[in-house]
C-alpha cells in the first residue's frame, strides 16, 4: 500500500529539521503551525531541549487566522519577540497549514527584516518531507548568507557539514569525528550545526577541505564549492578500516565519495535502514572488517549519487519488507523490528526514527574497531 | 525577460486578451510561455487549435505522480508559444489555490525559465485574488507586472478594484505592480468615461482600448486566435499595438 506506514514508526519532519539545523546558532527559529504536535519536535527530536537553551517557538495559529490568512498577527508577534529578545537571525518555519493557505514565508521574512533590521530568512518546509530536506535547506541557506567573503585558505582545515542530533545524537560521535580530524593533523575550522557559531560560519571558506557526513550537508559544500572551489568529501568515519580509507580519500583534497561504488554480495548478506551517508558509511566499515556485504535501504530520499551497486531507495514500508526477504539480517532501529520477525535484527537506534527513547542504548562507532566477535 | 500577470472578473475576457497577447508576442518574434492559473484550464485552448494541454494537477491525479518533464505538461501552440495550465482538483473537492503554488514550484524544479529561456511569460489568473494561491503568480520572482481586464460594467469594474487593492496590500512584500488597465469593451454606456475615471482615481493609464469584435467570436469557434486568423484586422493590429507597447515600456 502506498504512503501507509503500518508496523513502523515515521522520519522527522523536514520543519525539525530546519529547527535542529539552526538550534545552536543564536536565532529565533519560530515554526508557524497550530500548537500541539509540533511539541514531537522538543519532547521527540531534540535532545538538547532540556540543557541547552535555544529560541524556537511556534506562532500557534488559530483556525480563524488560518481562514482569514491573518499574516498581520503573525508578523506582530515576530516583531515584539524579536525587538525583546534581540536574537542573530529569524527563521520563518513552514508546516501543513501554512503550506495549504500558501503563505508566503520569504515576503513574511522581509517585511519582519525591514522592521527589526534582524537577516531573516523564511523556510519552505511543509511538514510532510523527512528531516534531511530541512537540514539541507537550511544549511545551505545559512552558508550562502553568511558565508560570503573568501578567507586566506588554511591547508589542513576541515569543515564537517551536515551534523545534527538527528543523525548523530548526542552520544559524543560528533565530538569524535572532530577528535579523528585533529589526531590526524587536521584543523577542525566550523563543525556545521553543533558546537557552531554564527562567527564560525563567516570563517568556513578558510577550510582546505569539507567533510560532508549526511546528506543534510551536502547543498551547503556545493554551494562551498561553486562559491569558493571548496572541495568536500562524503563519509561518516566508523570503524577502524573505513576511518584510514576516508582519511585518504581527504588528503587527496579532492571532491569525491568516501567509498567505493561497487559492491559484491557476500554469503552473509544483510541490510542497513537509514539515512544515505551515515548508513553507507556504517555498511562500508562493517564490510571492512567483516566477511559480510551490507545493503543500505534507504526510506528518506533517492540519492542516486551516492548509492553504491546495491543499496536502495526504498519510499514505502512494503518496499523495506520486499528488500529484506533476501537478507539473513537487519540493521535498523529498534521500531523497525516489528518488519523483521523472522530475521535476525541488530539493533541501532536513530534519533531521526524513534527519537529520544533509546539514546542511551545508542552506541558512539566513530573510528571504532567493528570487528564482530 | 518580461512577466505579466492578467487579472480581471470571470468572463470578461483574461483568455482572449492573455492568448491574442501571446500571438502577438510571437508574432514580433518573441518567446513566450503562457500559464493558465485556473482550474477551468481553457486560457491556452485558442493557441491550441482548441485541442487542449493536459493541465499539471491532472497529470497528478492521474499518474499519481508529478511530471518529470516539461514535455509531460506543455504544449507548443500557434508561433510557438508554450501552453501550460495549472488546472486544478475535481469541482468540489481540494484547493486550487494549493494547486497554482504546487504547479508553479513544480515548473521551477523543472528548471522551466532556465531550459526555455523564454522573452515574455504571460500568467492568466482566475477572476480575482480569493486566496494565497490566486496571488502567487505576482509573488517575487514571478510576474512583475500585473494588467487588469475590464469592461464598463459595474461588476467588472468593481472586480477591478479588489484586485488592485489586494496588489497594494502586497506593497511592502516586493510583488508585482499594477501596469495598467485593459479595456475590454462590451458596448455599454460612456463605457471609455467610466473606465477612464476608474483609471484616473487610481493613478493608473489605460493601455489598450480593445473594441467588441465578431471577429474574436468567429476565430475562437475555429480554436483560434484573431491573430493566427488573420493578422491583419484592425483587432488584430490592437493586440500586435498593445504587444509592442509593452516591450517597449
Not at chain 1, 566477511?291 to 528518506?300: G, K
Not at chain 2, 529561456?117 to 503568480?137: E, K, M, R, T
Request: aromatic share 8%.
Amino acid at each position: 500500500m502506498r504512503q501507509v506506514v503500518g508496523l513502523t514508526s515515521t522520519y522527522s519532519s523536514d520543519e525539525f529539521g530546519v529547527c535542529s539545523a539552526l538550534y545552536e546558532l543564536g536565532g529565533m527559529v519560530v515554526m508557524h503551525d497550530a500548537s500541539g504536535c509540533n511539541s514531537t519536535y522538543t519532547t521527540h527530536d531534540e535532545p538538547r531541549w532540556y540543557d541547552q537553551d535555544s529560541m524556537i517557538f511556534i506562532s500557534a495559529i488559530s483556525e480563524m487566522e488560518a481562514i482569514m490568512g491573518d499574516d498581520d498577527k503573525f508578523i506582530e508577534d515576530l516583531v515584539q519577540t524579536a525587538n525583546e529578545l534581540k536574537p542573530r537571525f529569524i527563521a520563518l518555519v513552514g508546516a501543513p497549514i501554512p503550506y495549504m493557505m500558501g503563505t508566503d514565508f520569504d515576503a513574511i521574512a522581509q517585511i519582519v527584516e525591514e522592521r527589526t533590521g534582524i537577516p531573516s530568512f523564511g523556510f519552505m518546509t511543509n511538514g510532510m518531507q523527512y528531516y534531511p530536506n530541512g537540514i539541507s535547506m537550511a544549511m545551505e541557506r545559512i552558508v550562502d548568507f553568511y558565508c560570503t567573503e573568501k578567507k586566506e585558505t588554511q591547508q589542513n582545515t576541515v569543515n564537517i557539514l551536515g551534523a545534527t542530533p538527528l543523525d548523530f545524537s548526542i552520544n559524543g560521535s560528533v565530538e569524535s569525528i572532530q577528535e579523528w580530524l585533529k589526531s590526524n593533523g587536521y584543523t577542525v575550522n566550523c563543525t556545521l550545526a553543533m558546537n557552531c557559531s554564527l562567527e564560525d560560519i563567516q570563517n568556513m571558506s578558510k577550510a582546505s577541505i569539507n567533510l560532508v557526513v549526511s546528506t543534510g550537508g551536502l547543498k551547503a559544500a556545493k554551494l562551498l564549492e561553486s562559491r569558493f572551489g571548496i572541495p568536500y568529501v562524503v563519509g561518516v568515519p566508523y570503524g577502524k578500516k573505513f576511518a584510514s580509507k576516508l582519511l585518504e580519500k581527504l588528503k587527496l583534497k579532492k571532491t569525491s565519495l568516501g567509498w567505493d561504488r561497487k559492491q559484491v554480495k557476500k554469503e552473509k548478506h544483510l541490510a542497513l535502514i537509514g539515512e544515505a551517508v551515515t548508513s553507507i558509511s556504517l555498511a562500508c566499515a562493517m564490510e571492512e572488517e567483516n566477511d559480510v556485504s551490507v545493503i543500505v535501504l534507504d526510506p528518506l530520499n533517492e540519492n542516486n549519487e551516492l548509492y553504491r551497486t546495491l543499496d536502495v531507495y526504498v519510499p514505502e514500508e512494503d518496499d523495506v519488507m520486499e528488500q529484506i526477504k533476501s537478507v539473513d539480517g537487519i540493521i535498523a532501529d529498534p521500531l523497525y523490528k516489528a518488519l523483521c520477525s523472522n530475521k535476525e535484527f541488530y539493533p541501532y537506534a536513530h534519533v531521526a526514527f524513534s527519537g529520544r527513547i533509546f539514546e542511551k542504548d545508542l552506541p558512539n562507532l566513530i573510528n571504532t574497531e567493528m570487528k564482530r566477535k | 525577460m518580461l512577466k505579466l500577470a492578467i487579472y480581471g472578473k470571470g468572463g470578461i475576457g483574461k483568455s482572449t486578451t492573455t492568448a491574442n497577447l501571446a500571438a502577438a508576442f510571437s508574432k514580433l518574434g518573441k518567446k513566450v510561455i503562457q500559464i493558465g492559473c485556473d482550474p477551468k484550464a481553457d486560457s491556452t485552448m485558442n493557441l491550441l487549435g482548441g485541442t487542449p494541454v493536459q493541465p499539471v494537477m491532472n497529470y497528478i491525479r492521474e499518474k499519481d505522480e508529478e511530471p518529470e518533464t516539461i514535455e509531460d505538461i506543455a504544449k507548443v501552440g500557434y508561433g510557438n508559444v508554450l501552453c501550460i495550465e495549472t488546472g486544478g482538483p475535481t469541482p468540489g473537492l481540494g484547493c486550487a489555490g494549493r494547486g497554482i503554488i504546487t504547479t508553479f514550484s513544480l515548473l521551477e524544479d523543472l528548471e522551466l525559465f532556465e531550459n526555455y529561456q523564454p522573452d515574455v511569460v504571460l500568467y492568466d489568473v482566475l477572476g480575482d485574488v480569493v486566496c494565497g494561491g490566486f496571488a502567487a503568480p505576482i509573488r517575487e520572482g514571478y510576474a512583475e507586472h500585473v494588467l487588469i481586464v475590464t469592461s464598463g460594467e459595474k461588476m467588472a469594474l468593481y472586480a477591478a478594484n479588489n484586485i488592485y487593492s489586494a496588489v497594494q496590500n502586497f506593497e511592502d512584500r516586493g510583488y508585482a505592480s499594477v501596469k495598467g488597465i485593459v479595456l475590454n469593451r462590451r458596448n455599454v454606456e460612456n463605457e471609455y468615461e467610466k473606465v477612464s475615471n476608474f483609471a484616473k482615481e487610481r493613478n493608473l493609464e489605460i493601455i489598450a482600448d480593445i473594441p467588441r469584435s465578431n471577429d474574436i467570436t468567429h476565430y475562437e469557434d475555429q480554436g483560434m486566435t484573431v491573430i493566427q486568423g488573420d493578422a491583419s484586422l484592425p483587432i488584430s493590429q490592437v493586440y500586435l499595438d498593445l504587444a509592442k507597447k509593452l516591450l517597449e515600456e
